[in-house]
């Protein structure tokens, strides 16, 4: 037993939160809570109804709180996740058919609110999108709090740790880590769980490694068990001999070596070795990221989500709170630009509303964005004065997503013009030459970039949504997404002609997709004279820092080397073996 114990064993999971951590096992095992069966008299059951509702209320007031914590703690980005919680206490739909289950079955409150809720899980949990079903853990986790109150039972999260420790668990919930101390836990391993999971975000967040999908992880490993946790490839070594931890200590160093030249050149420009400028701005989804923009040396906002104010909100939100939205962010960058995405909702995104299409067989093909837009002029309206109010505190750009061709553009700025001889009517101020883009995501839009762009000021390219109308893969099919391949000579080809059609007629060009943030890809984009790039956030140090100290000549000769190959693996081994070679000279 004693050898068995020390032997170096590699588990195998999905790495859901980089970085490289080793310690001791803390098991996480909270007990499944018993849930009395108990028949209630047909005049009891309104006393029933009324717990119920109190306890839905003390749940929700519990839930605030927590929110209201993790805000301080961890960050306001963190705290919204409990924002999904709130929404389940407010569900009228599992309100009034727990009301009905209590009143038709005649037992007791806490079982008939088990039964009504495991429906939903159940349904959430059979859904094909990997998001939608991890949201049957945002269900489970408030309804389990919310059965704690009804049977008077105190709910239990990881809490304080005495020691550090690597968490193993079944499934970690946001409530579960909601109370932890940062520096208490050095890792997460779980049984269950995928990389969409609330608890991993939020481990990505205070930057915690985390391996999940582990399966049977909490029956393979004891309290106390050594264990090495590799977040990057999802490897978790237990009992790690010598050579393993000195191998992994030398990767550490060199990453803390690289960590430190990243971030003492957070503040620079960024201009290439043969100092060629571009403009590294970020993608946000609402206000409360603009206090992460400087310390990440965002040169701008390239893209803003609007969408994300529209989401959660049970009404669509009226033109003064879009303004101080919009406001706030332009303030808080100024005098670098805000890009103002207008509404893009369908697709994946829908608003928990009247509003949702879910009658579409085809959302991505469907009544979105711009299209959704241009059929509900008041509500596009509305934003757009919103947008154009706000253009007079800080330098503000207006962009709209999924432009197909001419006609889409001339009618939205039509009704931006519309806005405009409002507000003047109103004698309210405005920026009167506000610079309008178009977002280049469908291959018709690319196809005519030369006409799009006699009609705008600029162009982003939404390479997220390009590939996938281009190569015809379901962006968020999860059978398919090996064939979801950026360096697919058709993608390459394609942005390169919008980029060469933006600059034939004087307009500046971004990207603004998930691909432009990837290093492997970058020096790409930028060979084919792309002007800017639009990422999330937290990537940006690192990419600044790689196009410092690269050659634009250089990246341009491998572009002009890639563009003659037929294979995308080559193509990307190609885009890899440069940066590999470019990589370690880096981090010497
Ligand atoms: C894109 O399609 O690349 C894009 C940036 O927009 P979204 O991901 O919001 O569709
Ligand atoms: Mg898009």
Redesign the pocket.
Known sequence: MGSEVRTERVLKGIAASPGVAWGKVHLFLPQEIEIPDTPVAAEESSAEIERFEESLMVTRQQVVKLQHEVAQRLGEDEARIFDAHLLVLEDRALIEETVREIQNTGRNVAFSFNRVVQRYIDAFANIDDEYLRERSNDIRDVSRRMLHNLMGKAHYGLGRLAEERVIVARDISPSDTANIEKGKVLAFITDAGSKTSHAVIMARSIQVPAVVGMRNCTRLLRPGDQVLVDGYDGLVVVNPGEETLFRYGKFQEEKRSLEKKILAQIGRSTTTRDGISLDLMA?IEGPSEVDRLHRFGAEGVG?F?T?YLFMNAAEFPSEDEQFDAYRKVAEAIAPAPVTI?TL?LG?D?FPNSAYRADSETNPFLGLR?IRFCLEDTALFKTQLRAILRSSVYGNVRLMY??ISGAGELDRANGLLRDAMRELDGEGVDYDKAIRVGA?I?IPSAALTADILARKCDFF?????????YLLAID?VNERIAHLYEPTHPAVLRMIGSVIEAGHRHNIRVSL????AGDPVLVPLFVGLGIDEL?ISVSGLPAIKYLLRNLNHADMKELTGEVLELEDPKEIFARAESFYQKHLSHLIA
């Open positions: 993608n893209l989500r969408e995405r893009d697709g995104k964005a997503p999924m977002m995501e982003s390219i939404g390479s997220n949504d390009l590939i996938q962006r603004c997709g998930e691909i639009s």
